[in-house]
T-cell receptor, first 109, second 114 residues
Framework: RKEVEQDPGPFNVPEGATVAFNCTYSNSASQSFFWYRQDCRKEPKLLMSVYSSGNEDGRFTAQLNRASQYISLLIRDSKLSDSATYLCVVNRHFNKFYFGSGTKLNVKP | EAGVTQFPSHSVIEKGQTVTLRCDPISGHDNLYWYRRVMGKEIKFLLHFVKESKQDESGMPNNRFLAERTGGTYSTLKVQPAELEDSGVYFC????????????FGQGTRLTVV
């Protein structure tokens, strides 16, 4: 079983839409959680860390459910520039990151 | 502040040849990682340095891969001899001391073995 599972998508949404991605992780000992964004042929870049209490950064909201072992990312008022692959990343062993395969988002005009 | 830099950005080599990838982490970051993404798969961990010491090399696929970080600054990843299945994008990342913190990635080296 994979450490981190994500729906690969693609999610095709119009500008202005709200879209949500989920990610599940298999090991309950996982300690820290992140969403990274990866544009085509670029490196992953940190979008936001995910905290147990949930956190928001502008149009982006991340939630963590430890009991169910899933992480979510909500994007409100989607922009064309949000088109990218969103990677769910979990840190279990000290500073060893496990990546999901990514969820592709296409925001259409 | 400079980010994580990797060299070369692309490399095309023949099967059996040797290639050396270089990573310069963010200044002051003790933790340095190598990751790899092969076609159609998720990014996977290769190894982790803390300063010059290998903390975890459980992801290294076989003994054709050798990573070094002499002096605890930049790191090299050598593949010798390269095989077709080694093709992919090799990412280097670094993070602060302390654990459980986010990692910052370099732009990657796209390796193609033909």
């Amino acid at each position: 079983r994979k450490e981190v599972e994500q729906d690969p998508g693609p999610f095709n949404v119009p500008e202005g839409a709200t879209v949500a991605f989920n990610c599940t992780y298999s090991n309950s000992a996982s300690q820290s959680f992140f969403w990274y964004r990866q544009d085509c042929r670029k490196e992953p870049k940190l979008l936001m860390s995910v905290y147990s209490s949930g956190n928001e950064d502008g149009r982006f909201t991340a939630q963590l459910n430890r009991a169910s072992q899933y992480i979510s990312l909500l994007i409100r008022d989607s922009k064309l520039s949000d088109s990218a692959t969103y990677l769910c990343v979990v840190n279990r062993h000290f500073n060893k990151f496990y990546f999901g395969s990514g969820t592709k988002l296409n925001v259409k005009p | 502040e400079a980010g994580v830099t990797q060299f070369p950005s692309h490399s095309v080599i023949e099967k059996g040849q040797t290639v050396t990838l270089r990573c310069d982490p963010i200044s002051g970051h003790d933790n340095l990682y190598w990751y790899r993404r092969v076609m159609g798969k998720e990014i996977k961990f290769l190894l982790h340095f803390v300063k010059e010491s290998k903390q975890d090399e459980s992801g290294m696929p076989n003994n054709r891969f050798l990573a070094e970080r002499t002096g605890g600054t930049y790191s090299t990843l050598k593949v010798q001899p390269a095989e077709l299945e080694d093709s992919g994008v090799y990412f280097c990342a670094s993070s602060h001391e302390g654990g459980w913190t986010e990692a910052f990635f370099g732009q990657g080296t796209r390796l193609t073995v033909v």
